[in-house]
T-cell receptor
C-alpha cells in the first residue's frame, strides 16, 4: 500500500551546523510533497512544499530536495538553531486527492 | 494557526460515554480533516470533509462519526468512547484539493478512563 516513511527516527546536530532530514515515499503517483514541523504541545506547522515538476525548492533557511527516481525527499535546515528542535514530518499526496499521507516523523535535537 | 480553533483543548471522559470535539475555521476553506496522533503511529486520518454535508472515511474511522452542517464547523463524535481512543486529535483545513498544504489546529487531548 501507500506509505511515507523516514530513514531516521531521531537526529542530533550541533547548533550552527546544517541538518538533513530524509524521507522515502512509495507511491510513484504522488506529485506533491510537504514538510511539517511540530513543536511539543502544538499542531504541525507547514514549512515548505514541492511539486513533482521541481527538484529543489528553497525557503528561509530551509531547502527541500526531491529525487523522483529513487522516491526520496529531504529537508535541509541551514545553520540549525535551538528553535529548530521539533519533530519533522514529510507528507505526500497526488493531484485531485483529498487525502494526505504522513510519515512517522523525525525528532531533531540541537546540541549547544 | 491559520484561523482554526479546536474545542475543548483537553477532555477526560469515561468509557462508554459520547464525546464531541469541535473544529471551527475562519478561512472559508472547503476541506476539513480530523487526524489522531499517537506515539509510534504518527498522524492518522479519521474522517475528512470536502464540502458542507460531504464527508468521507479515512484509515481509522471505526468508532467515529463526523458532521459538517456549515462551512466553518466540523464535528467529530465518539459515539461510545473506548480507552483505545485516548489520543491527541488534530483538525486541519485546506483551501483546495490540488497542491495545497493542510493547516492544523493546536489539538485536543482526549483521555478515556
Amino acid at each position: 500500500g501507500e506509505s511515507v516513511g523516514l530513514h531516521l527516527p531521531t537526529l542530533s546536530v550541533q547548533e550552527g551546523d546544517n541538518s538533513i532530514i530524509n524521507c522515502a515515499y512509495s507511491n510513484s503517483a504522488s506529485d506533491y510533497f510537504i514538510w511539517y514541523k511540530q513543536e511539543s504541545g502544538k499542531g504541525p506547522q507547514f514549512i515548505i512544499d514541492i511539486r513533482s515538476n521541481m527538484d529543489k525548492r528553497q525557503g528561509q533557511r530551509v531547502t527541500v530536495l526531491l529525487n523522483k527516481t529513487v522516491k526520496h525527499l529531504s529537508l535541509q535546515i541551514a545553520a540549525t538553531q535551538p528553535g529548530d528542535s521539533a519533530v519533522y514530518f514529510c507528507a505526500e499526496t497526488y493531484s485531485s486527492a483529498s487525502k494526505i499521507i504522513f510519515g512517522s516523523g523525525t525528532r531533531l535535537s540541537i546540541r549547544p | 494557526d491559520a484561523g482554526i480553533t479546536q474545542s475543548p483543548r483537553h477532555k477526560v471522559t469515561e468509557t462508554g460515554t459520547p464525546v464531541t470535539l469541535r473544529c471551527h475555521q475562519t478561512e472559508n476553506h472547503r476541506y476539513m480533516y480530523w487526524y489522531r496522533q499517537d506515539p509510534g503511529h504518527g498522524l492518522r486520518l479519521i474522517h475528512y470533509s470536502y464540502g458542507v454535508k460531504d464527508t468521507d472515511k479515512g484509515e481509522v474511522s471505526d468508532g467515529y462519526s463526523v458532521s459538517r452542517s456549515k462551512t466553518e464547523d466540523f464535528l467529530l463524535t465518539l459515539e461510545s468512547a473506548t480507552s483505545s481512543q485516548t489520543s491527541v486529535y488534530f483538525c486541519a483545513i485546506r483551501g483546495g484539493a490540488d497542491n495545497s498544504p493542510l493547516h492544523f489546529g493546536n489539538g485536543t487531548r482526549l483521555t478515556v478512563t
